[in-house]
């Protein structure tokens, strides 16, 4: 199986910062990762597919990098709609896995 | 608008077997994409269960493997989930979603999630 990291496992950060978020795959992984947020009692909603593309609607101040084993999640500037839990996914094996979360809440 | 409704029983004893549906709205399963199963228990992280293709090719979590079947019905435009042998780690909030072949496989449509609690 792969395994997906995240790091940090929580962060605290103000409205206006700049935020980023790294995720790791125990092997190669390409371009298949996709990144999520999930506010309490939601569904999961899809910010990029395959690293670095933004879903339809999701606010440009969201953008992904990456390729291979790691890649990045960077919000440009917070705003507060934006405090929630972030996943990494990889899709690249039939076997998907979710990284284990990255929590981002209010300094 | 594609759409995802998950259904089913919110109180499992131990042992017993969950079944859980999901009724798919806005778009036909027989047309194409995986459909998968992801669970999350209370206050932890995401778990993938599962897929199924449309044509009925499925995929399986490693470590629950020996207790799922997923199936699908597309007469009824909807596709299933049973875990057997279930106990307190199952307990979780259930969620189906469609996975966009086109866009890496990423879940684009959620259903809401369902509470399933395994309790005696």
């Known amino acids: 199986d792969i395994q997906m990291t995240q790091s940090p496992s929580s962060l605290s950060a103000s409205v206006g910062d700049r935020v980023t978020i790294t995720c790791r795959a125990s092997q190669s992984i390409r371009s298949y990762l996709n990144w999520y947020h999930q506010k309490p009692g939601k569904a999961p909603k899809l910010l990029i597919f395959?690293?670095?593309n933004l879903q339809s609607g999701v606010p440009s101040r969201f953008s992904g990098s990456g390729s291979g084993t790691d890649f990045t999640l960077t919000i440009s500037s917070l705003q507060p709609e934006d405090f929630a839990t972030y996943y990494c996914q990889q899709t690249y094996s039939n076997l998907r896995t979710f990284g284990p979360g990255t929590k981002v809440d209010i300094k | 608008q594609v759409q995802l409704q998950e259904s089913g029983p919110g109180l499992l004893k131990p042992s017993e077997t969950l079944s859980l549906t999901c009724a798919v709205s806005?778009?036909?399963?027989?047309?194409?994409?995986?459909w998968g199963w992801i669970r999350q228990p209370p206050g932890k992280g995401l778990e993938w269960i599962g897929n199924i293709y449309h044509r009925g090719n499925t995929y399986y979590n490693p470590s629950l493997k020996s207790r799922i079947t997923i199936s699908v019905d597309t007469s009824k435009n909807q596709f299933s989930l049973r875990l057997s042998s279930v106990t307190a780690t199952d307990t979780a909030v259930y969620f189906c979603a469609r996975e966009d072949t086109g866009n890496y496989n990423s879940l684009g449509y959620w259903g809401l999630g369902t509470l399933v609690t395994v309790s005696s």
């Open positions: 806005g778009y036909s399963i027989s047309s194409g994409y995986f």
């Open positions: 395959g690293a670095s």
